[in-house]
């Protein structure tokens, strides 16, 4: 397995890369940036082929969007090596895309108070524990954890200032409203924790050479 595991892959491709301009001595910086870029093209056909099967691409594409960008801006949980990442976060983003879509019936008739509820939440929760670095790519120093603090508000109020504008009788409002909480959630000791149960839970025996997630 690990023959033609990610990890293998991007290593060959950075040694087939370094070898080709003629710099050996960077195959471990380039096959680094080739592990993370095959990894994400990898989750990615996966999660959008189970969400064809499933008929919520439209909602996965969106929740997509929103965790991506606050997950980039934010930092938050983190999984222990590859794939344990890319089942926890396949299967939370799909369950999510489904759960919104069954329930938006329900949440189409809800007041916006309820909506705006919701965005309150995922906001003061970004103020209260955003930014989040993971232990392999700390922020430097408190100028660049302030700016990405900054970021992470202007981009959260942005996203809950458009989702409440639509409206709760609009699905795309409650899939940015969810995406919003959940990625907020995953900043919070009991998100930390969530995430830490799933990482053991799903694959037990994997060792978790590759990637950190």
């Known amino acids: 397995m690990a023959g033609i595991s990610v990890h293998a892959l991007g290593c060959r491709v950075g040694m087939y890369v370094a070898n080709k301009t003629v710099n050996p001595n960077r195959a471990e910086l380039l096959g680094y940036g080739a592990e993370i870029i095959l990894g994400s093209v990898f989750k990615l056909v996966v999660l959008f082929l189970i969400a064809a099967l499933l008929r919520v691409v439209y909602e996965v594409a969106i929740l997509l969007f929103v965790i991506g960008l606050l997950r980039t801006l934010s930092g938050g949980a983190h999984c222990s090596a590859y794939y344990r990442c ?121 060792k978790g050479s590759e990637l950190k997630c």
């Open 86 to 206: 890319l089942v926890t976060s396949v299967l939370i983003i799909l369950s999510l895309g489904c759960m919104i879509k069954v329930m938006f019936p329900l949440f189409q008739g809800l007041p916006g108070l309820i909506l705006a509820g919701v965005l309150v939440i995922s906001f003061c929760l970004y103020w209260r524990y955003a930014p989040q670095a993971s232990l392999n790519k700390p922020l430097k120093s408190k100028a660049i954890k302030d700016r990405f603090r900054k970021l992470t508000l202007i981009a959260a109020l942005f996203l809950s200032i458009v989702s409440f504008i639509v409206g709760p009788g609009y699905l795309i409002s409650w899939i940015i409203a969810f995406g919003l909480l959940w990625q907020a959630f995953t900043l919070t000791p009991f998100g930390h924790l969530l995430i830490k149960k799933l990482d053991i839970l799903f694959l037990p025996n994997w």
